[in-house]
């Protein structure tokens, strides 16, 4: 069911007042999407607010092709200690970023929202996110059984796919880096191309990283294998490649997310 189905003037939980939120959840509009970024560094080109700016991109997108679903006020810092050797960059402890998410989550839950799904693009988030979920569920289900708690945490496989698009579109995908490289820029151009440097775009560390290698990183810090923050090069940006990667993107999770309650639906059934 639409948006404009159930009478919702924005997809944006805080564009609303209260009463349209209540009626939203009357008419089935029991999910949401809670975006997660970062303030951090990328490269000399990029602004600090990046990942916060990606990741209400990719939730509007997702909430979209999920449907019956809001978005949530986005949480605009993430763990980015790893980042803090770079001027500029705020960073929030684990720990912080969790009972966040969980003031977050039980506040939606007592509403009566029955999907609430966490979105980062910020890369450093992933790892904590995964591990806080169990956590988070627990909380939630003491205010609202029903409500579900899941979050895309594949890191790897958002990476694979900016490397597949920039490759299909103009053959440069080994410029795909995992950080304020070609894809990250190209995003940033289509959603706010006033703040991007274009000039100032160069190469970083071109390296095909796997998971274990991303952690790695994230223990020693970027300044351990990049001088100026970019993983990948940011040469060769395109804003209508920003938009291409921001809707291939948000196709893969919003996959994700509906494979695992398929998954779990079938699990409860056949326990039950």
Known sequence: ????ANGITSIFLEDLTWTEVELALTRGMTGIVVPLGA???????????????????LALRVAHKLGDSLVAPALRVGCSEFHMAYA??????????????????????RHGFTDILFLSAHGGNFKPLREMLPRIQESVAAVNPECRIDA??????????????????????????????????SEML?????????????????ADYDEAEFEGI???GFRSVTANGILGDARGMQADLGEKLLDATARVMARGFIEEDAEERETSESQG
């Open 1 to 4: 069911m639409s948006n404009a």
């Open 39 to 57: 303030v951090e560094q990328h490269g000399p080109h990029l602004p600090l607010s990046s990942d916060a700016d990606r990741s209400i991109a």
């Open 88 to 109: 500029g960059t705020v960073s929030l402890r684990p720990e912080t970023l969790e009972a966040v998410c969980t003031d977050y989550a039980v506040s939606l839950a």
């Open 152 to 185: 895309y945490t594949d890191l790897i496989e958002v990476i694979s796919v900016a490397r597949w698009v920039v490759e299909e579109e103009t053959g440069l995908g080994s410029r795909v880096g995992g950080h304020a490289d070609i894809a990250e820029s």
């Open 190 to 206: 289509y959603l706010r191309p006033e703040f991007v440097r274009t000039e100032l775009a160069e190469e970083g560390t071109l």
């Open 218 to 220: 994230i223990e020693k």
